[in-house]
């Protein structure tokens, strides 16, 4: 039974969205009760797992749920700060000069295009406002198609469409290699050999953007977005360590951790990791694109987890009050 | 004669220059007539010199910015020729305020000869330019040569001589017969409880060997790790189910399953299927053994290899069926969620060394004690360039050889 | 000599690639190219043996009516369908002028890719949201001092990667504010761990391969 109850459920959310005006945004007010609301049931929460009824991780995931969604149709402002790994990234994007080439190398796939796919639009924003000419490559294969995303997303913003940036002139698209970290090695001494066509099979010497790129020696900048193996390690260990490439990434949360190494030695210049990374590359650049919109759910989110934190420790406090009455 | 040969190379860099433009559109008849450019104060003192540490296809060549850098200079171009007269050609181009530049497409033990164009290149429309150009001096001959031995790597080759050598030492000194101690690690020690437990509860037991493929060490300790798993299993006669995300780790993995139930006369209970390959993707992967692990209620779950953003997936999901888990990975950015979700993790190093723990063999157990000397002169060297740090003496400078 | 053989070619494999890593002059140069071919090669190869082991195991499954049998139908109409129009898209693509690929938008393997393929792989990694937080609530909880402190910097370092901790903290003065604690948890304990475990990692992996070229190890050849 418990099965159709699911389905029912399922299927009435299905029709609540369908149904509801689209955007749909409550006021500030409605904003501040529903959060009221939400906090009260947390506190509630708090007060069940004192009292001894501990609750199970289905209650924990429907908060998660609530808290991810319902920030989507409120109205707050929240004040953004650039961390300083980002300020890095955008300073060394920033001394670029005009008409200098930027090799972007897409490393990534859709499942974490949510956390990345901002930080590729708010580069190419950038890039294209700026001139930087962007030299797009991926060592995953999906990489390519999410650069092809970003730059149809980016060539809409009326400033972009005012340069009217070129395919071939200003940014060209090499697709994907597969070799791993063999290609990175392989372009430390040609970018041809590695990409003898671009993706849409244009000969490399025929692209007048290439013409004279013939390895990292002419590149000025590398900008990674990455997820995982091959990454952005393996552009700081073959590209920075062997090349002396300056490289800045892009990573998912779960992954930008285990760089933070390469940070402080000085051999990545700057990150942005996960969402909160996407939104002050978004703030640093000044501009406010997807990621922005998606401060408010990480807020909550990460409020609630420190909430269940707390709830976690009541529960253990609990069990400790228990075993000493037990021991009694 | 030498005065036509200048022209006509003045002519032909001037052509190479523009041949972006021209090839994009044809030329614009308002930028037909084309107004008169500045031409930047040429650079100077141009030397090229051999690439050190490499193949011999490379050379370096550095000069002195034109006085005119700030003012007009929109880039500088690399020419390149065989012969001091000519033809030079562009080999490629450097943005103003740079005075280095690598050409790597040499060819060892060819003389070549170089010069530098400072360019003041102005936009006229989209597919039109008009430039200005200045060229320093011609430099050369100059040959590449290609080196026997990376200089910049010669620490790295210390410090792997250094290791290599205690571990062979200790490996000899354990094939002596000397007794070695080794410290426990309770995640290994727990290997035999969980497939016990699985014994018990007559569940199966699942071996997830990580997303990366063979080449990747993590999954070869893990395959390793795996050859014992199966011997234990094939013994207490328990289901061992191995999905995997690489073909080529599925063969591997196989033939380690057959052979270790071949090792305990139970060949006929090997099934092919108990190693079978799910999908490459990661996530298409995670979603596949989450579904197993809910569906068949695994009572033991190993996860052993190179793990990304799946892995708390994995862990969670086999936490809720109330698998016992044993997990181990050289991706230090899950180590955090396999410790908050797993019962046992092996931090590190430790995956590497889990199969010397298991099979106990003299030899294996003294390339881990080779390991830990090798860790220790890792941190007196760290502990030592430290103190010198603090006298203001830097350990980069000392080294930096290239 | 079923066993030699794979221990001399792991040997000769393993010590050519240490050497090209030192040795930039020809030959050398040549080796780390030429493996990564051959790795490329083998393993293209081997996917026909994942694809058609996947395929059997479904087969099997739909075969014997096992208790997932729909689930293994359901991989076998999902691997068909990308296949079958990643080769149609393929084919039209050879056949017209310029060239395109398969993969171009507008065919029909981008539709799954657009349509199918990114909402469901996203969701898989939407899950980890639910996952940190129902593992943070059952693993942070202060057991010991260790467990303590491991709670205090999750702390720390969630709420100073949103804006809500600069809100809170903003009485502070500003290097006391909870974002600088958290970039100060991130780049030193953080870096400090994750360098110790590094270096650990970096030993082990050489102990492991010398074990491999010496033939010492050799489980993973033989069970």
């Known amino acids: 039974m418990n099965k159709y109850y699911s389905w ?60 991810l969604t319902l920030p989507f149709f409120m109205n707050f402002e929240m004040p953004i700060k650039v961390s300083p790994e980002v300020k890095i990234l955008y300073d060394a994007l920033a001394k670029l000069p005009p008409g200098s080439k930027v090799l972007a190398a897409f490393d990534y796939d859709p499942p974490s295009a949510p956390e990345l796919q901002p930080q590729a639009d708010a580069f190419m924003a950038y890039a294209f406002k700026h001139d930087l000419k962007v030299i797009i490559m991926g060592l995953w294969p999906q990489g390519p198609q999410q650069a092809n995303m970003s730059i149809d997303k980016v060539l809409q913003y009326p400033e972009i469409r005012a340069k009217n940036p070129k395919y071939g002139v200003d940014y060209v698209n090499l697709g994907f290699q597969s070799g791993n970290e063999f290609v990175i090695q392989r372009m430390g001494s040609s970018f041809r050999g590695m990409f003898p066509r671009d993706i849409y099979n244009t000969d490399y010497d025929k692209i007048p953007l290439l013409n004279g790129v013939e390895n990292f020696s002419n590149i000025d900048f590398v900008f990674n977005l990455s997820s995982g193996y091959p990454g952005t390690v393996e552009w700081v260990q073959i590209a920075v360590d062997r090349y002396g490439v300056k490289v800045g990434a892009g990573n998912t949360a779960v992954q930008a951790p285990s760089v933070y190494p390469y940070l402080s030695s000085r051999k990545l210049t700057g990150l942005a990791g996960g969402m909160s990374g996407a939104w002050q590359f978004e703030q640093a650049t000044q501009q406010p694109g997807k990621a922005s919109t998606y401060v408010l759910p990480q807020t909550f989110s990460h409020t609630v987890v420190i909430a269940f934190i707390i709830i976690g420790n009541a529960a253990l406090m609990v069990s400790y009050r228990r075993s000493k009455r037990g021991e009694a | 004669m030498d005065r036509l040969k200048a022209l006509l190379f003045l002519t032909s860099v001037v052509i190479l220059l523009c041949l972006p433009a021209f090839s994009q559109t044809s030329i614009d008849s308002a930028a037909a007539v084309k107004p008169a450019v500045e031409s930047p104060a040429p650079p100077t003192d141009v030397v090229a010199k051999d690439t050190k540490n490499d193949d011999g296809s490379a050379l370096d060549i550095s000069w002195q910015l034109s006085p005119d850098d ?26 103003k305020g740079q005075d280095f530049y690598t050409d790597n497409g040499d060819t060892v033990g060819v003389s070549y000869y170089y010069k530098i164009a400072a360019v003041n290149e102005v936009k006229l429309t989209d597919s039109t330019s008009v430039t200005g150009i200045s060229e320093s001096q011609v430099v050369g001959p100059i040959k590449p040569i290609a080196q026997w031995f990376n200089m910049r790597r010669l620490n790295v080759f210390f410090w792997l001589l250094v290791t290599c050598a205690a571990i062979l030492f200790y490996i000899m000194q354990a094939k002596s017969g000397k007794e070695l101690y080794v410290r426990k690690i309770a995640g290994i020690d727990a290997v035999d409880d969980a497939i016990g437990r699985a014994t018990e509860m007559g569940r199966k037991v ?42 080529l780790v599925m063969v591997t993995a196989r033939e380690s399953v057959r052979e270790a139930y071949s090792k305990v006369g139970r060949p006929d209970a090997f099934k092919e299927d108990q190693v079978h390959y799910v999908t490459d993707d990661q996530f298409g992967y995670a979603a596949a053994i989450d579904g197993m692990v809910m569906r068949d209620k695994p009572a033991a779950m190993f996860y052993m290899g190179g ?75 760290i502990f030592i360039l430290l103190i010198l740090f603090m006298f203001g003496i830097n350990w980069v400078t000392i080294m930096d050889v290239s | 000599m079923k066993r030699e053989i794979p221990l001399i070619i792991t040997f000769v494999a393993g010590v050519a690639f240490v050497l090209q890593y030192f040795i930039p002059h020809y030959p050398f140069n040549r080796f780390e190219n030429i493996f990564s071919d051959w790795f490329a090669i083998v393993g293209a190869f081997a996917i026909w043996l994942g694809a058609l082991s996947l395929m ?41 002028v310029p060239a395109t690929s398969f993969r171009d938008p ?112 050799r489980s993973h050849l033989e069970g």
């Open chain 3, 56 to 96: 059997k195991l479904c087969l099997l499954n739909i075969s014997k009516k096992s208790h997932d049998w729909p689930i293994s139908l359901l991989i076998i109409i999902s691997f068909l369908s990308i296949v079958i129009a990643g080769a149609i898209d393929g084919f039209h693509g050879l056949n017209s």
């Open chain 3, 106 to 217: 507008g065919t029909n393997f981008d539709w799954f890719y657009q349509n199918v393929y990114t909402p469901l792989s996203s969701t898989m990694f939407a899950i980890l949201a639910f996952f940190v937080a129902s593992a943070s609530y059952r693993a942070f909880r202060a057991r010991n001092t260790a467990a303590t402190l491991l709670l205090v910097s999750a702390f720390f370092v969630m709420i100073g990667r949103v804006p809500l901790g600069d809100y809170l903290s903003g009485w502070l003065p500003e290097r006391m504010q909870f974002s600088q604690w958290a970039n100060w948890l991130m780049a030193f304990p953080n870096t400090a761990g994750q360098r110790a475990v590094m270096i650990g990692i970096a030993l082990g992996t050489v102990s492991t391969s010398l074990r491999i070229i010496l033939g010492i190890e």
């Open chain 2, 307 to 381: 793990f990304f953003a799946e892995a708390l997936i994995l862990a969670e999901t086999g936490n809720n069926a109330g698998a016992i888990q044993i997990a181990g990975t050289n991706q230090p950015a899950q180590i955090p969620f396999f410790v908050a979700a797993c019962d046992y993790t092996l931090i590190g190093e430790e995956l590497f060394a889990a199969s010397a723990y298991l099979e106990r063999e003299p030899r294996l157990l003294g390339s881990l004690k080779g390991q830990d000397f090798a860790k220790g002169l890792f941190l007196l060297a």
């Open chain 2, 206 to 247: 699942f071996f997830v060997p990580g997303i990366q493929d063979m080449d990747d060490v993590a999954t070869i300790a893990a395959i390793t790790i795996l050859g014992r798993v199966a011997r234990i299993c094939a013994t207490n006669d328990t289901m061992l189910d191995v999905p995997v995300s690489r073909s």
């Open chain 1, 8 to 67: 029912l459920i399922l299927a009435a959310l299905i029709i609540v969205v369908a149904i509801l005006p689209k955007p749909l945004v409550i006021s500030p007010t409605a904003s501040v009760i529903v959060t009221i609301l939400l906090g009260i049931a947390l506190v509630w929460v708090l007060v069940l797992t004192i009292r001894g009824h501990l609750i199970g991780r289905r209650v924990v995931f429907l908060f998660i749920g609530a808290s």
């Open chain 2, 70 to 95: 700030k003012r007009l200079v929109t880039k500088y171009v690399v020419l390149r020729s065989k012969s001091p007269n000519g033809p030079f050609v562009g080999i490629g181009s450097t943005t």
